[in-house]
């Protein structure tokens, strides 16, 4: 496919405050598992500002396409990138997006990328269309993607008190026993969130729940 336009005006931005040595320690921060270009959050920021009218002239289509290539670059200031235009047109996912959004999730997955998909991109999706809850979530508590997993738990952090606390309560109960840290951190962070509009009913569902111990001191918190 043909570069985008648009996707090709941030990349040559993007190369343009190539940092070597802050680089290689954005990268030691992710573990190493990517590799960066060297710009920090506000400095990035910046760069995309003027970007942002072009982006809202796009169609549905086009718009997709930029997120897209942008995701697919080598170096993670693209695909934070990618979240942040994906973000501002946010209103316009429709249900044939998920496939994407899915790969936001699965494909070069850290944290740094699958919370904030998780808990904005794809929040907002089931908020809109909250018909395809049942059929992502039973899809995806069958693989062994625990990234997956992880947004099964935090899809939804913003929902405050319209919280499906039965179906929050579900794939915590599932992934109770889980080792994995990241599947732990999130039943706590999930529950600490939830715990803000319905207190009550996590400090039973933490009382009556065998839980790890990092997910019960996150999830009691605000208890």
């Not at 919280?163 to 309560?169: C, E, G, P, R």
Request: with cysteine.
């Amino acid at each position: 496919m043909k570069t985008h336009p648009l996707t090709a005006k941030i990349i040559k931005a993007f190369n343009a405050h190539l940092d070597d040595e802050l680089a290689i320690g954005m990268k030691a921060y992710m573990k190493d598992h990517f590799e960066y270009l060297g710009i920090k959050s506000p400095v990035r920021n910046e760069i995309l500002k003027p970007f942002f009218a072009e982006l809202k002239e796009l169609d549905t289509k086009e718009w997709m396409t930029v997120v897209d290539q942008l995701w697919n670059q080598k170096f993670r200031e693209f695909q934070y990138a990618a979240m942040v235009f994906a973000d501002r047109k946010i209103k316009d996912l429709q249900p044939d997006h998920l496939p994407f959004l899915e790969k936001m999730i699965t494909e070069k997955s850290w944290w740094d990328t699958v919370d904030m998909v998780a808990g904005n991109l794809m929040g907002a999706f089931f908020k809109m269309y909250p018909e395809k809850i049942p059929s992502a979530i039973s899809r995806w508590t069958k693989t062994d993607n625990f990234w997956l997993h992880r947004t099964c738990i935090l899809f939804q952090l913003k929902y405050g008190a319209n919280t499906d606390h039965k179906l929050l309560f579900e794939v915590c109960t599932k992934y109770a026993g889980e080792k994995e840290f990241f599947i732990r951190k999130a039943i706590g962070w999930a529950l600490r969130q939830y715990s803000k509009s319905n207190p009550k009913a996590v400090k039973t569902f933490i009382q009556k729940q065998k839980l790890s111990p990092l997910s019960v001191k996150e999830g009691s918190k605000y208890l």
